[in-house]
Every structure is written in C-alpha cells, then in structure tokens.
C-alpha cells in the first residue's frame, strides 16, 4: 500500500532537511552533471525515494518518471492523493534545486527554497500553512 501524500511530503521535507538532498552525477570532464533516481552513495530524488530497493534498477535511469511508472508497473508507489503528473511536478522542483539553469552544473542545495516550492505545488496546497511539516 503507498504512502500518504502528508507522508511523502514529510519524507521530502526530512530528506532535505537531513542534507541527503539533491540526487545527482557532478560535471566531469566531458560528462555534464545530471540528476539521478539515485546514486552510488545512497542519495535517492523526488521520486527515487518512492522506489522500492527491490524493485529498482540501472535501467531507470535513461527514463522520465511517467515512463518509469508505467513501463516498471509503479502506479502502486504513487503516494495516495497523488498521480503521475504530480510525481514530475515534484521531480521538477528537484532538479530545479539541483543543477543551475544550464542543467550543467550542480549547485548548493537550499533546504527552505526547496520546500517553499513544494508547498507552492498545487498537490500540496492544502499542506502550505501547516507548520508541523516544516519545524
């Protein structure tokens, strides 16, 4: 059974607060930086954290996360009260906070600017004036 939106957002929250934010490969030579489900020192996005260690692969990599609900059979990790366009708004404000706006460079994390814009997200609105979420 998924998670709960309140859930997930709480988890988004925690995991930016506990600097395990953002999820990505840095510019090396000529390999521009990218954003990653997840990396080889356990750091998972947006929507890695949603994966279960079972159920993840590699391969994953290469695709968009609509892509990857449907071609893994994932609609079961969509936190309830969420769908797939949600995920990929959520991922967006991820990789926002990521790589600079060249989507070449990894820039320092913002924890605050980062859940301002998720409460921003019209998926989670109804969470924007709850201060439980943000202490």
Known sequence: MA???REYLQTLIQTSKDGKFPSVRPKQDCIVARCLYRTNDGRACA???LIPDNRY??????FSSSRIIEKY???DVIPEGLD???IREIQRVHDKHALDSTETQVIPWKHKSFVNAL??????AEFA???SLVA
């Open 3 to 5: 998670i709960s939106k």
């Open 47 to 49: 929507f890695g954290l």
């Open 57 to 62: 692969c590699a391969n994953m990599e290469e």
């Open 73 to 75: 059979k994932l609609q």
């Open 84 to 86: 797939h366009n949600d």
């Open 119 to 124: 409460l921003s997200l019209g998926c989670f």
């Open 129 to 131: 004036g709850d201060k």
